[in-house]
């Protein structure tokens, strides 16, 4: 399925997150597990992949699960607007093996990793890199 960019949001980071607003594969994406309530202790999506490219990021799971996102008009925080900030995403998630997927509500405002992990309506965790 493919998911309107305009409801997502690329964070960069040492673990980049891939936040997803009223997303299809929501019901099917584990609780969130963050014991501390940070990004890099986010527990591991098992059965879950992603393949982050500089035109589609593709967020494979289990059975039909899935979805793709047209990338490169996508937003991405932490780097300059265009193609360059989802190169620099995509190196992110290369470095770490991968990303934070977090499917909520509603894209946030502002970035409140412990509440956006620990409300109860959250759904992700770390996705590996496909491969």
């Known amino acids: 399925m493919l998911l309107n960019p305009e409801q997502t949001l690329f964070v960069r980071g040492t673990t980049p997150v891939l936040l997803l607003a009223d997303a299809p594969v929501h019901a099917e994406l584990p ?3 963050a014991p501390d ?5 986010a527990a591991r999506c098992e059965g879950w992949s992603i393949v982050p490219r500089l035109t589609l990021c593709v967020v494979d799971g289990p059975g039909d699960a899935g979805l793709m996102v047209p990338a490169m008009v996508a937003p991405v925080v932490g780097s300059p607007a265009g193609p360059g900030g989802m190169a620099d995403w995509c190196a992110d998630a290369e470095r770490a093996g991968g990303a934070v ?4 509500d509603a894209l946030p405002d ?11 309506s959250s759904r992700g965790g770390f996705v590996p890199l496909l491969g």
């Open 31 to 33: 609780a969130v597990s």
């Open 37 to 41: 309530g940070t990004v890099a202790t």
């Open 101 to 104: 997927v977090l499917s909520v």
């Open 110 to 120: 502002s970035f409140d990793w412990s509440a956006l992990l620990g409300r109860g």
